[in-house]
T-cell receptor, first 109, second 110 residues
């Protein structure tokens, strides 16, 4: 079983839609969680950290459910520019970060 | 601006040759650098962790004699793919503990 699992998609959604991605992690020792955005053939860029209480940054909301060991990312009012692959990541200890395969989002006009 | 500068961004080399990839930390003193590899439609896989002034730590299944890592200063970590083969063709990318990635290097071995 992969340490971090995501549905690779693709998710094709119309502009303005709300879309949610889930990600599960298998190692209960994971302490910190992140969502990254990766554009085609580019490096991943940190989108947001995920906190137990849930956190919001503009149109993006991230949540963590430790009991069920999953994290989620909600994107409201999707824009064409949101089209990308979204990677979730789980961190154990000080530095070891494991990434999911990424979920591809395509926002269509 | 970029926090980590990675070069080259892409390289095509012949089978059997060696390729060196550099990652320079521009704003941080990088005592640690993580090296990942990403094959098409697969997740980023940690290959090794380089530590300034000491030996790198390799993940299980990664050949340390094939993927040479050097971290000689607080600003520079290098990964050398030795005797490259077509199956080494991949996207190689470095990352600082502070969550910043280099721009990545797309290696194609022909």
């Amino acid at each position: 079983r992969k340490e971090v699992e995501q549905d690779p998609g693709p998710f094709n959604v119309p502009e303005g839609a709300t879309v949610a991605f889930n990600c599960t992690y298998s190692n209960s020792a994971s302490q910190s969680f992140f969502w990254y955005r990766q554009d085609c053939r580019k490096e991943p860029k940190l989108l947001m950290s995920v906190y137990s209480s849930g956190n919001e940054d503009g149109r993006f909301t991230a949540q963590l459910n430790r009991a069920s060991q999953y994290i989620s990312l909600l994107i409201r009012d999707s824009k064409l520019s949101d089209s990308a692959t979204y990677l979730c990541a789980a961190q154990r200890g000080y530095q070891k970060v494991t990434f999911g395969i990424g979920t591809k989002l395509q926002v269509i006009p | 601006g970029a926090v980590v500068s990675q070069h080259p961004s892409w390289v095509i080399c012949k089978s059997g040759t060696s390729v060196k990839i550099e990652c320079r930390s521009l704003d941080f003193q990088a005592t640690t650098m993580f090296w990942y590899r990403q094959f098409p439609k697969q997740s980023l896989m940690l290959m090794a962790t380089s530590n300034e002034g000491s030996k790198a730590t390799y993940e299980q299944g990664v050949e340390k004699d094939k993927f040479l890592i050097n971290h000689a200063s607080l600003t520079l970590s290098t990964l050398t793919v030795t005797s490259a083969h077509p199956e080494d063709s991949s996207f190689y990318i470095c990352r600082l503990p502070e969550a910043f990635f280099g721009q990545g290097t797309r290696l194609t071995v022909v």
